[in-house]
T-cell receptor, first 113, second 116 residues
């Protein structure tokens, strides 16, 4: 089973709201990723967690705050977002930080008003 | 530095005709290469991957790709297009950084339209 699940599927939030995106995998993978994807563009890497520790932060604004509660779960906490943050947020996982193949979830489509 | 170039931003074919999506890469060592597909309003699905085994790689849904080191290419093909193949296709190369994490380098994508 190569399934990564994400909730919610859609999210609308105001610029003063606080919300969270959730990602889960049960493949025993030890690396998990957050990507942001704008329409008609490739995904952009935001964060990488390796063995539940943050290993890469691609200079993402602090209004995005990742969290890895355990090896199966990855959260992205959102606060004081801007309209330009509206995008598809994708979670992925791979066997390890050196694991090559990343498996993606269906994404959360976020609209910031 | 590694990079990926998808030579066509948009390809249009008729149903039942062959599909060719072109990808060139640059790499300082033997790369790992992938094709991902993204259907409208969906996540990314792995079509196939090359990791230094056989140069002709077979993937899901009848797609295949051939790794040609001399041409630094990894073109995606399918003998006969189906309407359900209409989607965005991304060619990706895997890069290992100093921290031993693998980072994916993405092409800009090719939008495939299939006409009835």
């Amino acid at each position: 089973d190569t399934e990564v699940t994400q909730t919610p599927k859609h999210l609308v939030m105001g610029m003063t709201n606080k919300k969270s995106l959730k990602c889960e995998q049960h493949m025993g993978h030890r690396a998990m990723y957050w990507y942001k994807q704008k329409a008609k563009k490739p995904p952009e890497l935001m964060f990488v967690y390796s063995y539940e520790k943050l290993s890469i932060n691609e200079s993402v604004p602090s209004r995005f705050s990742p969290e890895c509660p355990n090896s199966s779960l990855l959260n992205l906490h959102l606060h004081a977002l801007q309209p330009e943050d509206s995008a598809l947020y994708l979670c992925a996982s791979s066997q390890g930080p050196g694991g090559e193949t990343q498996y993606f979830g269906p994404g959360t489509r976020l609209l910031v008003l | 530095a590694q990079s990926v170039t998808q030579l066509d931003s948009h390809v249009s074919v008729s149903e039942g005709t062959p599909v060719l999506l072109r990808c060139n890469y640059s790499s300082s060592y033997s790369p790992s290469l992938f094709w991902y597909v993204q259907h409208p309003n969906k996540g990314l699905q792995l079509l196939l991957k090359y990791t230094s085994a056989a140069t002709l790689v077979k993937g899901i849904n009848g797609f295949e790709a051939e790794f040609k080191k001399s041409e630094t290419s990894f073109h995606l093909t399918k003998p006969s297009a189906h309407m359900s193949d209409a989607a965005e296709y991304f060619c990706v190369v895997s890069d290992r950084n100093a921290g031993n994490n693998r980072k994916l380098i993405w092409g800009l994508g090719t939008s495939l339209a299939v006409n009835p």
